[in-house]
């Protein structure tokens, strides 16, 4: 199964078993393909992980919300006060709802990840 198929069965599992998820999750991932010509997606670690050059996000659907992960997250600015963790590298944004990706600007961090990769 190549890249495509492998995120269309995803993307239909995640519909099919978290659908009140499925809004958040295709928002998301079409924020962060929007984000830049050259941005791939794959599957791995049990969600949508994306990259420019390298990995920079990904999307990870759980029980009762979705969280954007940010592999080099502790580097970025977070001038909205949104992103958690403590780790090393990772940061990341706990979205409960659809509203949550604007209110938690999730653009604004997805672009900001997305350069910080491409440079």
Known sequence: MNKSNKVE?????????????????????DIVLA???????????????????QSFCGVFPYKAHVTLEFSQGASLTDPHGFLSGD????????LETVQDIETKCVADYV?????????
């Open 87 to 94: 780790g090393k590298y990772r940061r990341h944004i706990k």
């Open 9 to 29: 069965a995803f993307l239909q599992e995640v519909s099919g078993h978290r659908g009140d998820l499925f809004p958040i999750v295709t928002r998301v991932r």
């Open 111 to 119: 672009a900001q990840a997305r350069e910080a990769a491409d440079s």
């Open 35 to 53: 984000a830049g010509p050259s941005i791939t997606e794959e599957i791995k670690y049990g969600g949508l992980l994306f990259s420019s050059g």
